[in-house]
């Protein structure tokens, strides 16, 4: 049987159809369920203990071979929340490293971090795919992320001006914690795409197939 593909590519909850949703978990809650897919990382706001944060990050590469895992992430930079921005920047650049060494894209956490993002970006130089979950900035930001390559997912919360300026094969959708559908999020964009509903699932579902399952 084929797999099925994703169509929310950022979760916390498992969805009621198997495979239709990335699952993002913590090294330490990685206990994947047949049928599901899941990304892990640690999260920046994970960082604020660094004994604990050590000992989570620890644990990433031995489950980065797992069948089921797709990506790295979510992981990133909390400028608001979490540990030391040095620490949150060590686990961060260790996971890109991962990601590069296992072949996953990396699902990304940026909260008023652009610059740090953008630091790391230009110490790393990533060949893997790096995606700005949840993105809500603004159009500038959002042609600056997808002209150096990078993906923007986008949530229930989202900048309309923004997801107009995104280019579709720059495009994700996710539902993250919210508990609203995602067909109504895709329908949401859509419009705003000019896309019918359908159009808009397969230019997605193009995106998803050759980031996460590539040939």
């Not at 705003?192 to 997605?204: A, C, M, N, Q, Y």
């Amino acid at each position: 049987m084929s797999p099925v593909y994703p169509i929310d590519i950022h979760t916390h909850r498992l969805p009621v159809y198997p495979g239709t949703a990335i699952v993002s978990l913590s090294p330490l809650g990685f206990h994947p369920l047949s049928g599901h897919w899941y990304s892990v990382g640690l999260h920046p706001w994970d960082t604020l203990h660094p004994d604990s944060a050590a000992e989570e990050l620890a644990l990433i590469p031995a489950l980065l071979s797992h069948p089921q895992l797709l990506a790295v992430g979510e992981v990133g930079y909390d400028t608001l929340r979490g540990g030391e921005l040095s620490l949150q920047q060590s686990c961060f650049e260790q996971q890109a490293a991962w990601a590069e060494e296992f072949r996953k894209p990396v699902v990304i956490h940026a909260v008023k971090a652009a610059e740090l993002l953008w630091s790391s970006y230009r110490r790393l130089s990533p060949q893997m795919p790096w995606i700005i979950h949840g993105f809500r900035g603004k159009p500038q930001a959002a042609e600056q992320y997808c002209r150096h390559g990078l993906y923007l997912s986008y949530g229930h919360r989202f900048n309309p001006l923004a997801v107009r300026s995104t280019p579709l094969d720059r495009l994700l959708l996710e539902s993250d914690e919210s508990e609203e559908d995602i067909h109504t999020l895709y329908a949401e964009v859509a419009r705003l795409k000019g896309e019918t509903v359908e159009s808009l699932h397969r230019i997605i579902g193009e995106n998803v197939q050759k980031l996460f399952f590539p040939a």
